[in-house]
């Protein structure tokens, strides 16, 4: 069952067509990427997905519900979470005010002090500097720290934008399998990444998006092996 459908969307700056008229779809527990270049719309698209920015036309539906002019703030409370690119934590208050603020949209509280005992088992290095202003710390513990907050929403679809950006590669090696783990225990995943072979190789299905079209779509084998993705994004 398709957990999130677009339909033809088309998104403007302006007189610039940024993204035109794409379709795709995330099945329920799959981990879905968008792979491109720099400026090839992955961002725009998951934003627009969330109404973060408005869509010229199109639609989007959400688990059956048609969420095209539903507010972001209310897309949350359905089920439906991202972790934007560059992490935007809250960085003057602490890692435990941060995880708070994620759960802000949860109507039964009862379970906050479980699912926070949850995040910090996921991410032991959050439990460290769980009184730390989250300003401080390093650039793989607020991506940590930004995930953390993300699924303490109990997301149905947690969209990822970005997440290795920045990171030493042992870190990217932790981010992805973190996202694996995830995934694993019932959240389906929408992936937005530079990164194609990290995130082909954890991706049930992909897209390949270039100037605001999809130009190419599969199972992530089937990219990962593909000649086209090889030679523009495999360094093959």
Do not use: W
Not at 31 to 39: F, S
Request: proline share 3%; net charge neutral; aromatic share 6%.
């Amino acid at each position: 069952m398709a957990l999130l459908e677009v339909h033809d969307l088309e998104v403007n700056y302006g007189v610039i067509r940024a993204i035109k008229g794409i379709s795709f779809e995330v099945n329920e527990g799959e981990i879905v990427t968008l792979i491109g270049a720099n400026g090839a719309g992955k961002t725009t698209t998951m934003q627009s997905t969330v109404g973060l920015i408005p869509k010229k036309s199109g639609k989007v539906l959400f688990n059956g519900q048609d969420i095209t002019k539903i507010p972001c703030h209310k897309i949350v409370k359905l089920g439906m979470t991202q972790v934007p690119e560059g992490r935007r934590i809250f960085q003057e208050l602490s890692v435990y005010e941060n995880l708070l603020m994620g759960a802000y949209s949860m109507k039964d509280k009862s379970s906050f002090k479980a699912d926070i005992e949850s995040v910090y088992t996921r991410f032991p290095r959050l439990f460290e500097r769980k009184n730390q202003i989250a300003g401080t710390l390093s650039g793989g513990e607020q991506q940590m720290l930004a995930m953390g907050r993300a699924i303490m929403s109990h997301p149905k679809l947690l969209m990822l934008d970005e997440p290795s950006m920045g990171l030493s590669p042992l870190l990217v090696d932790q981010v992805f399998d973190i996202i694996k783990e995830i995934n694993k225990d019932g959240t389906t995943i929408l992936l937005v990444e530079q990164n194609a072979g990290k995130s082909l190789a954890i991706s049930d299905r992909a897209y390949v998006l270039e100037n605001g079209e999809i130009v190419l779509s599969g199972t992530g084998k089937e990219l990962s092996e593909s000649e086209m993705v090889k030679k523009a994004y495999l360094g093959g």
